[in-house]
């Protein structure tokens, strides 16, 4: 039986053509890497400079994962880009990377060093680790396992896995987010200079 070519199949049939065509003809051109210049912050700054950091992560809605304060190290766990429907994220700083992640499964992961420079003051490096997910997407051949997709404890159960199989789960790295790293760093910045301002900072 033909199906009958409804305003809404014709409009998903036109997106899975020109979809690729656009994001293709779009992608843009990785930035090169920017200077990292000093920050005017003392020895007695250094905690001022680390909340700094933690804020501005957390308005990313990264998730902390290590802080290092005697190497001045700080670390976010991998991060799942944001989509089409979610406006209030802000962790696609181009359209190509909404369009990405929005398509398939991207993470990013933020390491920010915190390095003593000459004088009292301090360089900022913040590196955005990209990576895509690779796990496999789940293959449904009869209407069991479609029903097992709904079975919270079939979910839950551990499977055992050969190593090579969790190799092609692992995520597969895409390099850095330049642009992302910049924009973090400046809203560091900014946050430090806030909470520098603030009445005991």
């Known amino acids: 039986m033909a199906l009958r070519p409804t305003p809404g199949r014709l409009l998903c049939i036109a997106g899975l053509f020109l979809a690729p065509a656009a994001l293709a003809g779009c992608a843009p051109t990785p930035p090169p890497a920017a200077p990292q210049p000093r920050i005017a912050a003392t020895a007695e ?5 680390i909340d700094a950091v933690e804020r501005t992560l957390q308005d990313y809605f990264f998730t902390i994962d290590l802080i290092d304060r005697r190497e001045g190290l700080i670390e976010t766990l991998p991060l ?56 496999p997407g789940p293959r449904i ?27 092609m789960w692992e995520p597969v790295p895409l390099g850095e987010d330049r642009t992302l790293a910049m924009f973090i760093r400046r809203d560091i910045e900014a946050a430090f200079v806030k909470l520098k301002a603030q009445p005991g900072g």
Not at 81 to 107: F, K, V
Not at 120 to 131: C, E, I, K, N, P
Not at 148 to 167: H, I, K, M, S, Y
């Open 141 to 167: 051949t009869n209407v069991s396992q479609a029903y097992g997709l709904f079975q919270l404890n079939r979910g839950l159960r551990a499977e055992p896995r050969t190593e090579e199989v969790r190799r």
């Open 45 to 49: 700054d250094y905690q001022t400079l």
């Open 80 to 135: 799942t880009g944001m989509g089409w429907g979610e406006p209030w994220r802000r962790d696609a700083a181009t359209q190509w990377d909404l369009a990405e992640s929005t398509l398939q499964t991207i993470y990013r992961q933020v390491q920010v060093r915190i390095v003593p420079d000459a004088g009292d003051a301090y360089s900022l490096r913040v590196r955005v680790a990209v990576s895509r997910a690779s796990r």
